[in-house]
């Protein structure tokens, strides 16, 4: 396989089930990329890839929907919006 350039808010884990249908992948292209499994990767970061078998089926419901996963956060800020409506923080 070659290498991977990435789309806007991807992770690993996006990168993994985009291009092999499976999401364990993306340990192994940590180890191989020397970067953490949870960093923040920037849109245009070329990834190195590597041959492993790939889930055909998933692959192609991806393919057939258009689907580029991308469940990273654009700022680290927008983790703090995350939750439901009407909550209320407990702090202690």
Excluded: C, W
Excluded at 7 to 21: A, C, F
Excluded at 38 to 53: A, F
Excluded at 57 to 79: F, M, Q, Y
Aim: net charge negative.
């Amino acid at each position: 396989m070659t290498d991977y350039k990435v789309y806007e808010n991807q992770t690993l884990l996006d990168v993994s089930s985009h291009v092999y249908g499976r999401a364990d992948v993306a340990i192994d292209l940590a180890i191989l990329n020397n970067i953490a499994l949870h960093e923040h990767l920037r849109p245009g970061q070329v990834i190195k890839m590597i041959n492993v078998p790939i889930r055909t089926l998933v692959i192609r419901a991806i393919e057939s929907r258009k689907i580029i996963p991308s469940t990273g956060h654009k700022t680290e800020n927008d983790v703090d919006n995350l939750g439901f409506p009407n909550e209320f923080v407990i702090q202690f």
